[in-house]
């Protein structure tokens, strides 16, 4: 009933820009938290930033000052503005919502298809 499609993953050299977007659509009551994870090959999947309702942020330290997250409730849509991109920004990043379904208002979460993202030196 509900789905995530993530767009904007790709290759830039180190230094450049991404932005990612992820939509939420379906039968949705409401929206608590969206955010975006990522994951790099052998590694653990890690929290990037998650943004509440209310609009606050939080940010794993090391892309503090470089990521931005923000969100636009008339669309369901998660950003994330990727700045100063460095090769350890590089994986397979992950959009995460949690959310009440409408209807039965069960509180679930659900995962977006994972958008790749490659920095080159």
């Known amino acids: 009933q509900v789905q995530l499609v993530e767009s904007g993953g790709g290759l830039v050299q180190a230094g450049g820009s991404l932005r990612l977007a992820c939509a939420a659509s379906?039968?949705?009551?409401?929206?608590?938290?969206m955010g975006w994870y990522r994951q790099a090959p052998g590694k653990q999947r890690d929290l990037v930033a998650v943004?509440?309702?209310?609009?606050?942020?939080n940010y794993e330290d090391s892309v503090k000052g470089r990521f931005t997250i923000s969100r636009d409730n008339t669309k369901n849509t998660v950003y994330l503005q990727m700045n100063s991109l460095t090769p350890e920004d590089t994986a397979v990043y992950y959009c995460?919502?949690?959310?009440?379904?409408?209807?039965?208002?069960?509180?679930?979460?659900?995962w977006g298809q994972g958008t790749l993202v490659t920095v080159s030196l």
């Open positions: 995460n919502v949690a959310l009440y379904v409408g209807g039965t208002f069960e509180h679930r979460e659900f």
């Open positions: 379906g039968n949705i009551f409401a929206i608590n938290t």
């Open positions: 943004i509440t309702h209310s609009d606050s942020t």
